[in-house]
């Protein structure tokens, strides 16, 4: 068990790329942890920093209160799922599994116990006897979670451990995952660019680009109140819209102001705005908060032509024109419209985001 | 309603035959000619080892043995045993039987024993030195790797030739003059880099996050090196042994510079000895030859599979 | 709980830079950069030592230091360019045989026929046996008595009475380079194989769909996808043809006259027979020189990435 520290850690590698920089994170012990982000954002350079496999070049990293900046992975208590799997081929799935305890020393009888608790939890007792490459990928999956089950780490490592596999096999096993998170009791560090991945798995999601940390919070701090527009579009099918404007305050309230659209912001959101008159901002409308406008509905309502329709099954996304800006929203299957035609959406003012324009933060978290 | 099917106005399938058939027809010249060019003189080399002098000084030759004889080669094998035959008592002998069995005959043997020697040593030391040098130029990421890389791709470009002067001198003074350690030791120059070249290669191949789960599983590198590498490793570890021991078995110039007795000599210096000898026969030779070609043809016909990737790894690389 | 973690600064950079991998790559590298250091860095620093003095074996006691005497002289000595001229021959018509006939073996082992398997193995019949073997089977089918040359232009009816081949110094250098291009294709062969083999057949295919016929995919796919593998064999083969001795040695020993005198025969007559070692030492350092700025290129346009 044990709680993970990153203090100031830096990793810059010989060719000077810098992959991650400044990183100042604490993992609590038992949580579980999503770091997300899109490739070449460092999490994997700082999952493999935890596992020893990557050496830290500045800062401290710390297990509990011990510095582990030098320790080798061998000497160090994690386990680790990979991408690829990474079984041994050359051993059975059952050697596969004892491996890790067996170079630890822990004897025979143990080994063989715990190998077949953790198989017939995954349910891969009839596979023991086989080799990796008779095995199909969601076999080979479970044979890897195993060799890190058993192992019982205190840091349970896993650097996109679903991507290999088909969508609805993803999803089953996302269940497993959470479920073994519970099960085990120990801190779980897990990498992704899967957005819905974290949301559903993470205690707390890192948010990370080009080696910085952008939102550290709950899957509910980071869909619902991204402090910048990188998390914000960085989550949501599809991606939040973007509409740039100034604020304008105006007897008590304050207003978004675009050459063609005039919102009343409601009072929650104005509250948090105070001194911001004539600042220049991007508001943020997250595809799924509009709705069909009731004819001669009030202001919080935008017009625009449809660009294209395109069904997603449960619902369907609706690419629109709103001078010039291409916004895309999830609206329902009844909603009938063809390309070409002009509808008015209203917009749920409650669910709005505002950013400052030039840095992106957010001007509401 | 029928529906008529319009024939177009090329016959394709015809023309699709005649093109699979004149194809064909390309490859197996092609295949007979490259065959031939590769076999004949090969061929002509065995067969010439199975006639008698008389045979073989024929014109024009005989291209297939009409009186074959195991005599060339149980010269080989016995001559040891046998008088010394030299060149006052080799004129008692019919000359038109073949009887120019030569001194130097007896030393044939021996020197094989001393090529499969040097050659299995140079192998071993190749693994010993090779092995943990290409994990980590594999598999570690170390400052200074790049460098240590074109450094070992340097020393694989150095000409024998110019090892020669200073090896000699080097050797010389420390009395390992016709030693089979001497060519042992400068074997390994031109082995090593070429070993190392192939395992990197291949270790490159075998993928990066086996090497991460093996020391998350707790193992040190030498570990992981040990109980998952090198299991993976087996067909570049077969090429290596191949590239070594021929090299080794085949090698010339520095064997010629170090050795001097049978105590060292190995299995090409003592060939090149026949042909420089006017009074040996042909037939003799040949048979001695063919002695000489038949292991590696058998260990490259064995373990083609391994020498072409082996080779396409080394020398791509190096 | 605290915060504060002591690291000692100093201790920790010396620690970043020989850290555990570091340390293990040391120890795994350091067999190898022992035994290279001794039987070819040592050797050829040491060569470049000897090129300084004047030492004949056969007045061991007196070895005087010359400066650059060594190379000098080599450069006014015509033999020595006779030498180069021949090597320059011998390279150039082997290299572009070799070249020439590896292009079509290796074009016809990218088919696909029933015996390609057996033909692939027969290939590498002259790459596995020693050059020894190899010299010693060319002597004899160029025998000017009895070899199989003469025997097959003889019942060809392409002459009337058996010739003197390797004796002839017209032809001897070419029938030397036909005997190394027969134990290079092989090598040649699979190098080109392997670029052949890296073309996706998707361009093949796209080739096709736009029209393309057999020669022009020859040409605007094939090739230029064989230009590294190409280069690879030009530059590995003509180190290998510059530095060539062992068929010298056996089939002419650098005659007739100086017919088959190549750089590297030339190296050993001076050494060996003429027990000059230090200019010996200096030539060799010539040639090594040479073979190090081939590898140069070789390095630059292939091995950017090992």
């Not at chain 1, 709680?3 to 993992?27: C, M, P, S, W």
């Not at chain 2, 299991?231 to 290596?240: F, I």
Request: aromatic letters at 10%; glycine letters at 6%.
């Amino acid at each position: 068990m044990a709680r993970i520290r990153f203090n100031n850690v830096e990793k810059k590698y010989a060719n000077g790329f810098h992959a991650v920089q400044n990183l100042t994170l604490d993992i609590q012990d038992k949580e579980f942890l999503v770091l997300l982000g899109p490739s070449g954002c460092g999490k994997s350079t700082t999952l493999n920093m935890i596992a020893g496999l990557e050496d830290v070049s500045g800062g401290a990293l710390l297990f509990d209160d011990e510095l582990v900046n030098y320790t080798p992975p061998h000497k160090r208590d994690v386990a680790m799922v990979f991408q690829s799997y990474a079984l041994y081929p050359h051993k059975s799935v059952f050697d596969n599994i004892a491996f890790g305890l067996q170079m630890r020393k822990v004897d025979r009888a143990e080994i063989d116990k715990r190998v077949r608790e953790a198989a017939e939890k995954l349910e891969i007792t009839h596979l023991l006897d086989r080799r990796p490459s008779q095995l199909s990928g969601g076999q080979r999956q479970r044979v890897a979670l195993g060799r890190a089950m058993v192992r019982e780490p205190s840091v349970f490592l896993m650097d996109e451990p679903l991507s290999n596999l088909d969508a609805a096999l993803r999803i089953s096993m996302r269940a497993e995952i959470k479920e073994l998170h519970q099960s085990m009791q120990t801190t779980f560090v897990y990498v992704t660019h899967d957005q819905a991945e974290a949301l559903t798995l993470a205690d707390r999601i890192v948010v990370m680009k080009d080696g910085v940390v952008k939102q550290v919070g709950t899957p509910d701090d980071i869909y619902e109140r991204p402090e910048n527009t990188f998390v914000a579009s960085f989550l949501g099918s599809p991606p939040i819209n973007y509409i740039d404007g100034t604020l304008k305050f105006a007897g008590g309230g304050a207003q978004f102001l675009h050459e063609a659209l005039a919102l009343d912001l409601p009072e929650a959101i104005t509250a948090k705005l105070s001194g911001q008159d004539g600042r220049k901002v991007r508001l943020g409308i997250r595809a799924e908060d509009v709705d069909e406008a009731a004819a001669g509905g009030p202001g919080a309502t935008i017009h625009g032509k449809v660009n294209s329709v395109l069904p997603v099954g449960s619902d369907q996304f609706l690419g629109f024109d709103f001078y010039g800006n291409e916004l895309f929203f999830r609206v329902g299957k009844d909603l009938a419209h063809k390309v070409g035609d002009d509808v008015s959406l209203s917009v749920d003012l409650n669910r709005l985001h505002l950013f400052d324009k030039d840095s992106g933060a957010s001007l509401l978290w | 309603m029928t529906d008529t099917i319009h024939k177009p106005a090329v016959d394709y399938r015809r023309r699709q035959k005649l093109a699979r058939i004149s194809r064909n027809l390309a490859i197996l010249i092609g295949a007979l000619v490259v065959a031939i060019y590769v076999l004949a003189p090969v061929a002509w080399l065995v067969s010439s080892s199975f006639q008698t002098e008389a045979e073989i000084v024929s014109v024009p030759p005989h291209w297939i043995p009409e009186d074959p004889t195991l005599r060339n080669f149980e010269a080989i094998f016995t001559a040891g045993n046998e008088e010394e035959i030299t060149y006052e008592n080799r004129s008692g002998q019919d000359p038109a039987s073949g009887g120019y069995i030569p001194s130097t005959a007896k030393n044939l043997l021996p020197a094989m024993w001393n090529s499969t020697v040097v050659a299995t040593l140079v192998v071993i030391l190749n693994l010993l030195v090779g092995v943990p040098a290409a994990y980590a130029l594999a598999k570690i990421r170390f400052m200074g790797r790049d460098a240590s890389i074109y450094f070992i791709l340097m020393t694989r470009v150095i000409p024998d030739i110019a090892l020669v002067v200073p090896f000699f001198l080097v050797i010389k003074n420390l009395g390992m003059l016709d030693s089979i350690w001497s060519l042992v030791l400068t074997y390994l120059a031109v082995t090593v880099p070429f070993t190392v070249f192939i395992l990197v290669q291949y270790f490159e191949g075998l993928p990066d996050e086996l090497d991460k789960a093996a020391r998350v599983d707790g193992c040190s590198r030498i570990q992981a090196l040990v109980r998952v590498f090198l299991p993976l490793s087996l067909p570049s570890l077969v090429a290596v042994v191949l590239f070594a021991f021929l090299t080794s078995w085949n090698e010339f110039l520095l064997a010629l510079m170090f050795t001097q007795t049978s105590a060292s000599q190995t299995l090409p210096i003592v060939l090149a000895a026949f042909t420089s000898d006017f009074t040996i026969s042909f037939s003799f030779i040949n048979a001695a030859g063919v002695l000489a070609i038949v292991p590696p043809i058998i260990v490259a016909v064995i373990f083609e599979r391994y020498i072409v990737s082996g080779l396409t790894a080394g020398a791509v690389k190096g | 709980m605290t915060d504060t973690v002591n690291i000692q600064p100093g201790r920790s950079r010396l620690r970043a830079a020989f850290g555990y991998e570091e340390r293990s790559a040391m120890i795994f590298l350091a067999p190898v950069m022992l035994v290279l250091m001794l039987v070819a860095v040592f050797p050829i620093l040491y060569s470049l030592y000897l090129s300084f003095f004047r030492i004949k074996l056969t007045r061991p006691n007196r070895t005087p230091f010359v400066w650059l005497d060594n190379y000098t002289d080599l450069f006014g000595n015509e033999l020595f360019w006779t030498s180069v001229a021949r090597t320059v021959v011998f390279s150039v018509v082997s290299v572009s045989a070799i070249a020439v006939i590896a292009l079509l073996v290796s074009l016809l082992l990218n088919q696909d026929f029933r015996f390609r398997r057996v033909l692939s193995t027969i290939i590498l019949v002259p790459w596995a046996i020693p050059y020894v073997a190899n010299a010693l089977m060319w002597k004899w089918i160029y025998d000017s008595g009895y070899g199989a040359l003469n025997g097959l232009l003889f019942q060809l009816d392409f002459i009337s009475r058996y010739m003197v081949f390797l004796g002839d110094q017209n032809k001897t250098i070419y029938l030397i380079a036909n005997a190394f291009v027969w134990k290079e294709v092989p090598l040649a062969t699979i190098l080109l194989l392997v670029s052949l083999k890296a073309i996706p057949s998707d361009l093949y295919a796209a080739a096709r769909v736009d029209g393309a016929t057999v020669w022009s995919r020859f040409v605007h796919v094939t090739l230029p996808a064989m230009k590294p593998g190409f280069l690879l064999v030009m530059i590995y083969e003509t180190m290998m043809a510059i530095r060539h001795f062992d068929l010298f040695f056996i089939l002419t020993e650098g005659g007739p006259g100086d017919a088959s005198h190549v750089l590297s025969w030339h190296i050993y007559v001076e050494t060996f027979r003429n027990l000059s070692f230090g200019s010996g030492a200096a030539m060799s350092y010539v040639l090594a020189l040479v073979t190090f700025a081939l590898s140069y290129i070789f390095i630059r346009t292939l091995g950017r990435r090992v």
